[in-house]
Nanobody, 127 residues
Framework: QVQLVESGGGLVQAGGSLRLSCAAS????????MAWFRQAPGKEREFVAS?????????WYSDSVKGRFTISRDNAKNTVYLQMNSLKPEDTAVYYC???????????????????WGQGTQVTVSS
């Protein structure tokens, strides 16, 4: 079992940056692959980025954020981060942190693959 709490959202102008954090409870954080999803009004929840349980270079990104966003984790702090640079108005959404037991180090981008979710944090990018 793991509980996730996101923070760091807010209002930023286009071209600006934000860093989201997701703090996880429990002692098994290092067993979980972590991901960020986002959901804009009237749209389906979409994959943003993911990282395997060991971190390092095993990360994946959606095409829409590749080169602008960076996912990272600190297993000692039970926290995963999403550094968002060069933000665009189309990045406006509620951002969710998600976790899944990482048994194979694979790439999973469907929301249904993740069993644990945070409550979300709003990111609004003004033009």
């Amino acid at each position: 079992q793991v509980q996730l709490v996101e923070s760091g959202g807010g209002l930023v102008q286009a071209g600006g940056s934000l860093r989201l954090s997701c703090a996880a409870s429990g002692r098994m954080f290092s067993s979980f692959a972590m991901a960020w999803f986002r959901q804009a009004p009237g749209k389906e929840r979409e994959f943003v980025a993911s990282i395997v349980r060991s971190g390092g270079g095993n990360t994946w990104y959606s095409d829409s954020v590749k080169g602008r966003f960076t996912i990272s984790r600190d297993n000692a702090k039970n926290t995963v981060y999403l550094q968002m640079n060069s933000l665009k108005p189309e990045d406006t959404a509620v951002y969710y942190c998600a976790a899944r037991v990482d048994s194979d180090g694979g790439y999973y981008r469907r929301p249904g693959s993740y069993g644990y979710w945070g409550q979300g944090t709003q990111v609004t990018v003004s033009s």
